[in-house]
């Protein structure tokens, strides 16, 4: 294989590596993850500076400067790594050439397979509906696990619900989203939203704490959502089948308190026929978010079964897609 054909498919290896290890792995018990880093790092942040005054001014600093820092660190570890391969190069030393292309392959593949979500969502999900089949409590506690919302007084329709609502958003947050950003902008974009992602997902609450310190990562993450969760929720009802169902979440997705999560939301209400949103208690506040559909039907383990089923074709879709538009841009590189 000629090194320059390399250079023109690698950007699609790690893409495609990537989302297998995911589909076949999942988040590994055991192994260091970066967004646990991040975690650490928003955690330390939140606790120095959501105190005092200027609390918004120091929210958007820690949320600017952690997102900027991740797309900067992630970028300078790939250039480093290429300029490897150039140096090599241009001392004619043909095996460190080779060396350094495959050490860059291997470190975006790792990239894409910790910041994908599909599979690990997926598994969750499924133990939600096997603990809450056996006591509401185990529901409540396994529930606990994937969603922001209080647990403790969920109903085993509400945990049905809430493990339903968290995998139709969480196929943008964890998969689309991703695939989007990785398509436009490469690793160190993937990288950056996942730092966008899960700045909101701890400080992004309109809750007396957060609402001031958490404005700006909430904002950033809309921004950087806005159009993987409109392309999440066609590809969804696409892979239904049913596109006629884009009239449906034309008119529950804008009514979601979120600008994005409830295009996917509605998406898969719609496609089965059920009803999500309502009253949910946060951090010990209610927060009332609309009803996204009209048919408030029992859930049962068939519907999560379905809702899975398009989740995959989802992905398969978006991965076809995004290795197309990388070739397209490569080739179109190395073709000047």
Partial sequence: ?????????????????????????????????????????????????????????????????????????????????????????????GPGAWISLILVILFETAAVFYSLAGKTLIDEVREVFRAVDRSTETGRRQVARIVGRDTAALSPQEIRTAALETLAENLNDGVVAPIFWYALLGVPGMAAYKMVNTLDSMI????????????????????????????????????????????????????HASPNSGWPEAALAGILDCRFGGPHDYFGETVCKPYIGTN????????????????????????????????????GIFSI
């Fill in 204 to 255: 992004g609450y309109r809750t007396g704490r957060y609402r001031r310190f958490g404005c700006a990562a909430a904002r950033i993450d809309d921004a950087a959502n806005w159009i993987p969760a409109r392309l999440t929720a066609l590809s969804m009802v696409l892979a239904a089948g049913r596109p006629r169902l884009m009239r449906f979440v034309l008119r529950f997705g804008p009514q």
């Fill in 296 to 331: 408030d039907r029992p859930l049962t383990t068939a519907d999560m079964q379905r809702a899975i089923v398009i989740n995959r074709r989802v992905e398969i879709v978006c991965i076809v897609l995004a290795i197309g538009f990388r070739t397209l841009l490569c080739d």
């Fill in 1 to 93: 294989m000629e090194l320059p054909y390399l250079l023109l498919i690698g950007p699609q290896l790690p893409l495609l590596a990537g989302w297998l290890l995911d589909r076949r792995f999942g988040d590994p018990a055991g192994v260091p993850h970066p967004v646990v880093g991040f975690g650490k790092l928003i955690a330390a942040g939140e606790r120095r500076w959501n105190r005092g005054a200027h609390r918004m001014l120091k929210g958007g600093l820690l949320a600017v400067g952690l997102v900027a820092g991740t797309w900067m660190t992630t970028k300078a570890i790939i250039g480093l790594l290429w300029l490897g391969n150039l140096l090599a190069l241009l001392f004619e030393w």
